[in-house]
């Protein structure tokens, strides 16, 4: 079974339009993740979750909106999709807020808009 | 600003070759530094997470040690195979922040 499994796996899209990618976790974790690999292939992230409540909000514009229906669940919704909004983005869990434990992640989901 | 820099950026070396590599961090307010372990078109898979100055943690043939008062850890790996081509992440968690700040990376390269 897939520990954190993200979908869809690759989204190719029109500049404009609005898509979400789900992000489930079967570990029983209960804190949750977004990260954006930029183009230097740096992991930025971008939100976090822990018990359905967000915790770190970085400097992310504001046509990212997380939404955590369960602590198994974190989707990412995109509105308006932009040329720069390019890039793989990776869910990730973890037990508590306690950064003295690992990162699960998922497979990543590529977007490309066009 | 918090940097943690990984050096060298990239590595080539030959089948059972043992080799190592450094991540740097800011040693104030200390609490975490994790390893992870990234093939290409996977997922970053963790390695370890050291928390404690002095702390050796070793998983088969890949070891790491902290030291959180000059701000740095190694990662070594005894006699390299090509199964061992990945990128190795570290990250850093200050007690101050609430999320790790990752480095590039080490791109290794095994050739047999």
């Not at chain 2, 390695?47 to 002095?54: A, I, K, Q, R, S």
């Not at chain 2, 390299?80 to 590039?104: M, V």
């Amino acid at each position: 079974d897939t520990a954190v499994s993200q979908t869809p796996k690759y989204l190719v899209t029109q500049m404009g339009n609005d898509k979400s990618i789900k992000c489930e976790q079967n570990l029983g974790h209960d804190t949750m993740y977004w990260y954006k690999q930029d183009s230097k292939k740096f992991l930025k992230i971008m939100f976090s979750y822990n018990n359905k409540e967000l915790i770190i909000n970085e400097t992310v514009p504001n046509r990212f909106s997380p939404k955590s229906p369960d602590k198994a669940h974190l989707n990412l919704h995109i509105n308006s999709l932009e040329l720069g909004d390019s890039a793989v983005y990776f869910c990730a869990s973890s037990q508590g807020q306690q950064f003295n434990q690992p990162q699960h992640f998922g497979d990543g989901t590529r977007l490309s808009i066009l | 600003i918090l940097n943690v820099e990984q050096s060298p950026q990239s590595l080539h070396v030959q089948e059972g070759d043992s080799t190592n590599f450094t991540c740097s961090f800011p040693s104030s307010n200390f609490y975490a530094l994790h390893w992870y372990r990234w093939e290409t078109a996977k997922s970053p898979e963790a390695l370890f997470v050291m928390t404690l100055n002095g702390d050796e943690k070793k998983k088969g043939r890949i070891s790491a040690t902290l030291n959180t008062k000059e701000g740095y850890s190694y990662l070594y790996i005894k006699g390299s195979q090509p199964e061992d081509s990945a990128t190795y992440l570290c990250a850093y968690y200050a007690g101050n922040n609430r999320k790790l700040i990752w480095g590039l990376g080490t791109s290794l390269a095994v050739n047999p």
